[in-house]
Structure formats: C-alpha cells, structure tokens
Nanobody, 122 residues
Framework: QVQLVESGGGLVQPGGSQRLSCAAS????????MGWYRQAPGKQRELVAT???????NYADSVKGRFTISRDNANNTVYLQMDSLKPEDTAVYYC????????????????WGQGTQVTVSS
C-alpha cells in the first residue's frame, strides 16, 4: 500500500501565500515524479506543477512565476509554495505520485492524495 498525506490549504486572501505539503509512505520501491494537480468546480483536473526525481520541473503557464515546487527526497515529501494567489487559484489541490511499488512486478503507477481545498477570497 502507498499512502499520500497532504497538509496545508484553507482560506487565503488574494495576493497572499500558502504552502502545501505531501508525504508519501508505504511500500514504495522507486519514485519517478511527485507533484500537484488541481480541480476547480465544474472544471477538469489540471496539472499545477511536477518534479522528477532528477529535479526537472514542469509548471502550468497560469502559475509560472508565482508557485514553486520543491522536494525532500530523503522523506519522500513534496511541497508547493504558492505566492501572489488569485481567486482563480481556488480549487481542490491533489498530490500526485508516480512510483513503482514494492511488488513482484513493480509496475510504475500513478497515486493520488485525498485532496486539500484552497480558497482564495477576500
């Protein structure tokens, strides 16, 4: 079993900052990438930012320059620092993990956190 535990989120005013964190645990053999997706009401889930184990990052155009993803590889934890938040950033943010579990056939698999609500409003 692989578990993702998210923390952070909540209500923040426009222009404010917030930090999300996500810790992966369980039967993990290899981690290839971690990151964040989000889903706003009535919209599809979309990529926010990801980081590979080699350190390569990928950001949605809408968050470039405002959000920063980072990782603590020793603790299998990924962070999302969100600055200059806008009302349109309001969404449920999901932690994402691409990893191989400890199994007879360790097939790379996508795992998701339970989601944490971020609301940007005055």
């Amino acid at each position: 079993q692989v578990q993702l535990v998210e923390s952070g989120g909540g209500l923040v005013q426009p222009g404010g900052s917030q930090r999300l964190s996500c810790a992966a645990s369980g039967s993990i053999l290899s981690i290839y990438a971690m990151g964040w997706y989000r889903q706003a009401p009535g919209k599809q889930r979309e990529l926010v930012a990801t980081m590979t184990s080699a350190g390569s990052t990928n950001y949605a155009d809408s968050v470039k320059g405002r959000f920063t993803i980072s990782r603590d590889n020793a603790n299998n934890t990924v962070y999302l620092q969100m600055d200059s938040l806008k009302p349109e950033d309001t969404a449920v943010y999901y932690c994402y993990l691409h990893a191989s579990p400890r199994a007879f056939w360790p097939t790379p698999t996508d795992y998701w956190g339970q989601g944490t609500q971020v609301t940007v409003s005055s």
